[in-house]
């Protein structure tokens, strides 16, 4: 009446059954093929993502034992994801770790090289006041006892005066050798 025509299949409950186990078994299938196809794309793709997170680790493993030479290289032809982003920043800080290390060395080495000038000044000095100490100190020991000697002899007025001199020469030595030692 609405110019549409229909068809009637008449199939028995069996050959309906069995259809419909063979189209179960089919479509389990295809189910079992998917799910295969799925997990190899999400291990390609893990794999392609796990990846240069283990190159990068195994950077950061060499920047921490001061091996600053090896560059992470993970960029891809196209690839600008966070992953490449931070290949680069680690790489820039490793540049940037290895010049300062170097400059550290250096200042180091200058320090070393400045603390061991000034303990050597510093034995310069110790030997420089022992020396004028004792090359000072022994001459007027020796002039001060003969001065006094001489002093308390009494035979010639002129060698009370001379004595007087030479003992206040050696006091001024005296004054003088303490206060460079001071």
């Not at 079992?32 to 796990?50: C, D, E, P, Q, S």
């Not at 180091?108 to 400045?114: A, C, P, V």
Request: proline share 2%.
């Amino acid at each position: 009446e609405d110019g549409r025509y229909y068809v009637q299949i008449l199939v028995s409950p069996k050959a309906f059954r069995s259809v419909m186990n063979i189209m179960n078994q089919f479509a389990l299938f295809l189910f079992a093929i998917m799910i295969t196809f799925l997990m190899g794309w999400i291990y390609v793709y893990m794999k392609k993502l796990v990846n240069p997170l283990r190159i990068i680790s195994k950077a950061t493993t060499r920047i921490a034992n001061h091996n600053f030479q090896v560059p992470v290289e993970v960029e891809e032809k196209g690839r600008e994801d966070e992953i490449t982003v931070l290949s680069r920043n680690i790489n820039k800080m490793s540049a940037q770790l290895e010049a300062d290390m170097e400059e550290l060395q250096l200042k180091n080495k200058e320090l070393e090289e400045e603390i061991a000038y000034k303990n050597k000044m510093e034995k310069v000095r110790r030997e420089f006041v022992s020396n004028v100490s004792h090359e000072l100190k022994t001459p007027i020991a020796v002039l001060s006892s003969y001065a006094q000697m001489l002093k308390y002899e009494r035979e010639n007025i002129d060698q009370e005066y001379y004595c007087d001199i030479i003992l206040e020469e050696a006091e001024a030595m005296q004054e003088k050798v303490e206060r460079l030692l001071e």
